[in-house]
């Protein structure tokens, strides 16, 4: 293994060759810690097929870059070296080489869409907010599936966290009894440092503000508009939280305890959690319950009486929440934004957990074939399911080519609206995505309460 990984892929239709394609730069996801470019479950060779298809052709690359410590490592010494986010950095490189090299591939380097999921997406949203919002005309449109520029760990993180994490890799790396433990860790073997990384350390990175890359308060950027204003493409699975949300709250003292011990990074005072609390019903109204299962359905102790409940608040508080916020901020500052709820549940993953984070990302590619999965998502599901992956995967090629999603050429749908929040009264309109029932705009009004609160305390309570 060598940590020399920066190899892109490029996919092109033929005969594209000294023409100017619309590019889309995937960034991949994994929690910053795993993934990568080359994954069979991000082939791009679908999608731009698909754009060909609708007369709307585009080029996709996709683009690796390190991970764990070996992209996201920080300490005082780090940041003295000036070297932090370097995870970021590789991605940034990236976009500067499709910058210079795109056009020699039939690509045009003034239509680069960056898109990214999980982690991608939270990458992409941190390009746009990068250096206080200074557009180096890197991009000019922007995807986001599952993450956005509010990244949680990134608002709560603090550099002791990373110093305290440092500080067990040089240890472990045998570097601790070393004057410049820097230089020290630069000069162990691969296998060496990565043992080390490995022992000490698998989880808990994420890009992090360094006074340079990330200035400050992502949650301020949105609120004052510092941020490229490109159009945006942004969106989340119904059931996110069911992925990141805990299994076993079975009544209101256990949610309270999960509501004080999650996520924040300063102390959630009584008046808070009584708020939360009745923000976040266990009984939530009809129109507020987003899930495959119905309500009456009571579930086990196992998955917590208050499985509903649990599930809304982590969902909200990782994902939906700020991509509200994101959509808000867009259509406030005039910028096009074209939100989106997903609410497929593919196989084989049951109903009781519904639509989970990830389970988009087949349907955007069009992976019909299930490359890389241990099942194929696709396998015994009727047509609706390769239907509405027709249609996601041609509405975001049309969003690369066009910068608008409704180009995709399909008929019986109807179309997908800018948000905006003047006309609708401050309430913008998704566009919600299910196999099981008509694709079609909705009002992004659900859990309006609990979001609008959450959203109050991105800096009070799970900022520094």
């Not at 992409?124 to 990068?130: E, Q, R, T, Y």
């Not at 820097?182 to 000069?187: D, E, H, I, K, Q």
């Not at 003292?253 to 009584?270: D, E, I, M, Q, V």
């Not at 390769?386 to 109807?414: I, K, T």
Request: charged share 15%; aromatic share 12%.
């Amino acid at each position: 293994m060598d940590e020399d990984c920066l190899a892109l892929n490029v996919v092109r239709p033929a005969g594209s060759a000294g023409q100017k394609l619309p590019v889309a730069v995937w960034i991949h996801g994994g929690g910053y810690i795993m993934g990568g470019a080359t994954d069979r479950r991000y082939n791009l060779s679908f999608i731009v097929q698909n754009s060909v298809d609708i007369g709307k052709p585009i080029i996709a690359v996709s683009i690796p870059y390190r991970l764990s410590a070996w992209g996201f490592i920080d300490s005082q010494e780090v940041r003295s070296a000036g070297i932090t986010n370097i995870g970021m950095q590789d991605q940034r490189q990236a976009l500067y080489w499709i910058q210079e090299n795109i056009a020699a591939f039939g690509g045009d380097p003034t239509k680069v869409t960056i898109w990214g999921e999980s982690a991608g997406a939270g990458s992409v949203g941190i390009h746009l907010i990068a250096y206080g919002g200074r557009d180096d005309k890197l991009f000019s449109g922007a995807i986001c599936e599952s993450g956005n520029s509010i990244l949680l760990g990134s608002q709560n993180y603090n550099v002791s966290d990373g110093q305290a994490i440092y500080n067990n890799i040089t240890t472990a790396a045998g570097c601790s009894g070393s004057a410049d433990t820097l230089s020290c860790l630069r000069a162990a073997p691969f296998d060496r440092l990565n043992a080390a990384i490995n022992i000490t350390r698998s989880y808990g990175f994420y890009p992090y503000q360094d006074s340079t890359l990330i200035q400050g308060s992502q949650y301020d950027q949105l609120n004052n508009g510092n941020f490229i204003k490109v159009p945006l493409l942004s969106g989340a699975n119904t059931d996110e939280g069911a992925s990141f949300g805990p299994r076993g709250i079975n009544n209101d003292s256990a949610f309270a305890t999960y509501l004080t011990n999650t996520g924040r990074t300063r102390p959630l005072n009584a008046s808070t959690v009584a708020i939360l609390q009745a923000v976040y019903p266990n009984l939530p109204a009809a129109s507020d319950v987003l899930y495959s299962v119905p309500l009456d359905y009571q579930y086990n102790s196992t998955y917590g009486f208050q499985f509903r409940r649990a599930v809304a608040f982590g969902g909200d508080l990782a994902f939906h929440a700020a991509r509200r916020l994101q959509c808000q901020s867009w259509a406030m500052q005039n910028v096009s934004a074209y939100c989106y709820r997903f609410n497929a549940i593919p196989y084989p993953l049951p109903n009781l957990t519904g639509s989970v984070h990830f389970q988009e990302v087949a349907f955007v590619f069009n992976n019909l074939q299930g490359l890389g999965y241990a099942f194929n998502p696709f396998q015994g599901q009727p047509q609706s399911y390769v239907d509405l992956s027709s249609l996601m995967s041609r509405m975001w090629a049309s969003f690369v080519h066009d910068g608008n999603p409704n180009g995709h050429g399909l008929q019986g749908y109807q179309q997908w609206p800018a948000y905006d929040v003047v006309s609708g009264g401050g309430v913008g309109y998704d566009y919600f995505f299910d196999a099981n029932t008509t694709s079609r705009p909705e009002k992004d009004s659900w859990r309006a309460e609990g979001i609008a609160y959450l959203n109050t305390l991105w800096k009070t309570v799970y900022g520094r």
